[in-house]
């Protein structure tokens, strides 16, 4: 299963990730291996089997509607790489 | 080419919990920015969310409330996209397998009740608050930076999604009002537009009248109140039709209303299409409300708004009804006596006019001043009414002020009037009887509203008939 | 009092700090002489801590474990700096239990790796052979634990990453039943898969260290409490034990003879203690297992990465566009290629049109998986094969082949999948480096991989002193 360039970049740009014009073609050549490898999922005939998303069969794992304390502002902050006041900066959005 | 709207709704309801929906960080407002945080809600590298149980049980009620099949299994899913209000880059939501489903709400309406099917509701949370700082206006186009406060980052939101059973703006402020009474009512949001407790978004197309089909349609965002998104609406109906009529075709795109300037541009245009990459959040396990929750809820409902408006109607006319019931105010209206529809009025217009708090008003006094509204000076009723929500207020204070309606007090007020308006005199004489109002109205003045409107007006038909 | 602490295990270790012939801070001293004498060749430590904070036994964490004030970087540069405000559960027990932090260990990048070389602060060596890479991608605490620069360590397995690492380091590792050992805090790879488990010199320090962390945590909702309680193995012999060996896993392509050779012998030893051995079929699991995985903990991974975006710690770059702008070069300054391969890898298997038959399917797979696991583990008590198809390979071998990388854990993955536990013992020598046995239970059956991996142990005979250091 080979993936293009185009899809490369698609992918590249929802995951936010910004990539050189030879990291494109080094990973679209990875990434075709890849997929041409874990592509053999698709051999197997599934319908009818359900799918497994979590290994323990759990449900309803909840907790009070009771309040904790939350940081101080200091701690909330403190990794915050630009703030401003007591809120995080960012370039425009 | 006759034109028939088609309006489907997304409502946010902003929950009452006391915490987010994932964290244990108190939810609402007040507090400085960022002072309701924690790693969970900050999304510090491990952190684990952890459902809010009361979260879930609003949900579960609304959705009953709605008419809504209850699941037997929902899941939690994430969905992905970067912005900055998003501290995990992704929002837990539901998607394939949400808490409620396929209800039906019905809205009492003049011709006959109005049924918008529930597509689903369900639980997620909210994102955080972005405010966009400097340029020209401060708007989003031309911000410098972009400061962040998670504060209200995970807060329970139940998204409700109708189907496209609307057909006109007003039936869409009509089932909004209704639903936000409903969901007041319920405990479980205090639904404000101002404070975004309740937001919409309004999805609109038209269609020929007596067809069926669903034509393209557009997305109007961020509505902040009922009145602007009637407004919103019905301009964009017109925008449609007009596109179609042009022989053109409407285009699926999400518009920003902005009512200051009564128009919708488009937001700017997504860079690519967006792709949440939907998936089961695996730090979750699935929620399956046991039977005896659900009924124990079901059986907590209180009296629906709906079935109150219904009752109503048949004694005030379904326009007061549904005003009385979505104001909230029918609680009162049912305590006070005297004539159903002269109380309805009274409390619908001059009571709310004088922004009386109902909840404080003594309804048997106010049942007594009502029923002497014809007896006293109307500014004397005004009066009493903007004071009824006093403590200690009674009626008898003001009932002693009886109306003057005697005739040797009004006559030489009466003479006054038509000396200074002969040219009135003359026309009414002349055959232009519609002018009495314009007189009763100068007497009542000259009086300072103490006189009898009725002892007046015949008065004055004598004196100018002579 | 000397202390080798090649040698010393934990639960030794303990002896003495509770017969008083020792203090906590004379034991953390001795580790700390010897990562100063040999932290320098191994880079096993990313940071160390000089506070002796705790009565106990010291430990190691692999820097994957959030730990309050102390920098965690899940061997990321988009994480350089960042200090934790809160401790993980992991963190908080072992502090609990007046274990000592020594410091946290090296790891490939966000756990993804399988040699530790995709770690943005340099590989760890392997003991064994400094030429070599220690496994991954828990290789600081394999290291530190095999060189005597810890008693014990934590590590965290997605697809092998404890066990892999303690066989190719010739250690102890258990990778426990998912949703025994808390995730809060755990810097996140694959959220239905991570799972922290001890690195020990011993099976028995093993279980002491399981003990001390396993068990229900309100912030984590997957977790569970232990339906027994962790026994420390005594038993010597492996009376009415019953032992499968699955085909597929035992007679893999890329299994070295070596490694073949000493999992056979250790198989003669299982019967002389006691054991019934018969082999027995995992056709699909094995088969599909990899691929399963390499769909399902890129598709999670790629969602739990999403964080890394500058807004509230860690690296920020390009401050002088749009956000966008900025995210699109932290990320690309932050990540190394092994994340931003899987991060694409993910997007792409979750994306539109893609999801059914990538991680919908792969979802289906992992039934089956489980299915074929429960099967053979109602016939068996344990499963046996060997961790990793190869000894440690030298650096560089496979930095340059994403997939042949990835085949290094094809024995380690399947039991993951169905979220069973596994525990790698040495179990011999090949070509002088150790080879790792994998035992594989049901689901909870840690007291049973506890007794099996103990007997196995004694009766082996190990030596896991690194040979070029003893
Ligand atoms: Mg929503
Ligand atoms: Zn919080």
Redesign the pocket.
């Known amino acids: 299963m080979a993936i293009s360039r185009g899809e490369v970049l698609h992918v590249a740009r929802l995951a936010r990730l910004e990539l050189s014009d030879a990291e494109v073609e080094r990973f679209r050549e990875q990434l075709s291996a890849i997929l041409e490898a874990v592509g053999k999922v698709a051999e197997l005939d599934l319908s009818g089997v359900e799918p497994t998303a979590h290994p323990l069969e759990l449900s309803n794992v909840w907790a009070e509607d009771e309040p904790q304390p939350s940081l101080d502002a200091g701690e909330a902050l403190a990794s915050a790489p630009d703030r401003e006041g007591h809120f995080f900066r960012v370039p425009p959005a | 080419m006759s034109w028939e709207p088609v309006i489907g709704l997304e409502i ?1 309801v902003q929950l009452k919990t006391r915490t987010k929906l994932f964290c244990r960080c108190e939810s609402g407002f007040g507090a400085a920015e960022n002072a309701r945080t924690c790693p969970v809600c900050l999304a510090h590298p491990g952190t684990l969310p952890v459902p809010n149980r009361l979260a879930v049980e609003m949900t579960i009620q609304l959705g009953l409330a709605l008419g809504c099949e209850v699941a037997e299994r929902a899941v939690f899913h994430r969905k992905n996209y970067f912005y900055p209000d998003l501290s995990k880059g992704y929002q837990i ?1 539901q998607y394939d397998e949400p808490l409620c489903s396929g209800g039906r709400f019905s809205v009492p309406g003049p011709a006959g009740d109005l049924e918008v099917g529930i597509v689903r509701a369900h639980l ?1 949370e909210d994102a955080a608050k972005n405010v966009h700082v400097g340029g020209a206006e401060g708007r989003i186009g031309g911000a410098t930076r972009t400061l962040v406060d998670f504060n209200r980052g995970g807060t329970p ?1 139940v ?1 409700i999604v109708t189907g496209p059973d609307l057909h006109s703006a007003d039936e869409a402020r009509r089932f909004l009002q209704l639903l936000r009474q409903t969901v007041v009512e319920l405990g479980v949001s205090d639904a404000e537009m101002e404070k975004g407790t309740l937001r919409f978004d309004v999805n609109v197309s038209v269609r020929p009248r007596g067809s069926s089909e669903l034509r393209t349609r557009t997305e109007l965002k961020n509505m902040n109140s009922f009145a602007f998104a009637a407004k919103g609406i019905e301009r964009e109906l017109e925008r449609q039709i007009a596109i179609y009529e042009g022989g053109g075709e409407v285009v699926q795109e999400t518009l920003h209303f902005d009512p200051s300037r009564e128009s919708a541009p488009p937001l700017r245009s997504k860079e690519e299409a967006q792709d949440y990459r939907y998936l089961p959040e695996p730090d979750l396990v699935p929620l399956a409300p046991p039977v005896e929750l659900v009924e124990r809820l079901r059986a907590s409902l209180p009296e629906l708004p709906a079935a109150r408006i219904r009752r109503l109607a048949a004694d005030v006319g379904l326009e007061l009804a549904e005003g009385l019931v979505t104001s909230g105010r029918d609680a009162l209206f049912d305590r006070v006596p005297g004539d159903r529809r002269m109380v309805a009025n009274v409390l619908m217009n001059q009571l709310a006019g004088a922004g009386v708090d109902p909840t404080s008003v003594d309804p048997a006094e106010l049942g007594k001043l009502i029923e002497a509204r014809g007896r006293i000076p109307r500014s004397v009723f005004g009066e009493a009414l903007a004071s009824s929500g006093e403590p200690g207020f009674t009626a008898e204070r003001y009932l002693g002020e009886a109306a003057i309606s005697d005739a040797s007090a009004l006559d030489p007020v009466i003479e006054r009037v038509l000396a200074a308006n002969e040219a009135q005199a003359a026309a009414y004489r002349a055959g232009k009887e519609g002018l009495l109002g314009f007189f009763v109205g100068q007497v009542l003045r000259e009086t300072g509203g103490k006189a009898d409107a009725r002892v007046v007006s015949e008065r004055l038909r004598e004196r100018l008939q002579a | 009092m000397t202390i080798d602490t090649l040698r010393l295990t934990a639960e030794e270790a303990a002896g003495l700090l509770e017969r008083g012939e020792l203090s906590a801070a004379e034991l953390h001293a001795a580790y700390r002489a010897a990562i100063e004498e040999r932290n320098g060749e191994l880079n096993a430590y990313l940071t160390l801590v000089e506070r002796v904070e705790g009565a106990g036994v010291p430990i190691a964490l692999k820097d994957v474990i959030s730990t309050r004030g102390v920098e965690t970087t899940a061997g990321s540069k988009i994480l350089a700096g960042y200090r934790p405000v809160f401790d993980s559960t992991v963190a908080a027990r072992c502090r609990a239990a007046g274990f000592p932090l020594l410091g946290k260990t090296n790891m490939d990048e966000f756990a993804m790796g399988s040699s530790t070389e995709n770690s943005a602060y340099g590989p760890t060596r392997n003991p064994w052979d400094t030429t070599r890479v220690p496994g991954g991608s828990s290789g600081g605490s394999a290291a530190a634990v095999s060189a005597g620069l810890a008693p014990w360590a934590l590590g965290s397995d997605t697809g092998g990453s404890v066990k892999q690492p303690a066989a190719l380091c010739g250690i102890v590792g258990l990778r426990p039943t998912y949703g025994t050992v808390s995730r809060y805090g755990i810097v996140a790879f694959a959220s239905s898969l991570d799972q922290v488990g001890p690195m020990t010199k011993t099976v028995r320090d093993c279980a002491l260290l399981y003990r001390a962390i396993a068990g229900r945590d309100p912030r984590d909702s997957t977790t569970v409490d232990l339906p027994e309680p962790v026994e420390l193995p005594e038993r010597d012999d492996l009376r009415g034990v019953r032992i499968g060996v699955p085909r597929e896993l035992n007679e893999a392509e890329g299994i070295e003879p070596g490694v073949s050779a000493a999992v056979s012998r250790a198989l003669d030893l299982a019967r002389e203690l006691g054991a019934e051995v018969a082999a027995c079929e995992l056709p699909r699991s094995v088969e599909y297992g990899l691929a399963c995985y390499y769909l399902i903990a890129p598709s999670e991974a790629s969602s739990n990465l999403a964080r890394y975006d500058g807004v509230r710690f860690g690296l920020r770059a390009g401050g002088d566009g749009d956000a966008r702008r900025m995210y699109e070069q932290t990320r690309r300054e932050g990540f190394g290629d092994e994340p931003k391969r899987r991060i694409m890898l993910g997007t792409y298997a979750l994306s539109a049109g893609y999801y059914e038959a990538y991680y919908g399917q792969a979802q289906k797979v992992r039934t089956l998986i489980r299915q074929e696991f429960a099967a053979a583990l109602e016939r068996f008590d344990v499963l046996v094969s060997p961790t990793s198809p190869t000894v440690a390979f030298p650096l560089g071998a496979k930095t340059a082949n994403p997939l042949a990388m990835y085949l290094s854990d094809v024995l380690a993955i399947p039991p993951n999948m169905a979220g069973l536990p596994g525990l790698s013992i040495p179990c011999g020598l090949s070509e002088g480096l150790p080879v790792g046995l994998q035992l594989v239970g049901a689901q909870f059956a840690e007291n049973v991989l506890f007794r099996v991996g103990h007997a196995l142990e004694r009766a082996v005979g190990f030596d896991v002193v690194p040979r070029r250091l003893a």
């Open positions: 946010h939501s997620e939101l998204e």
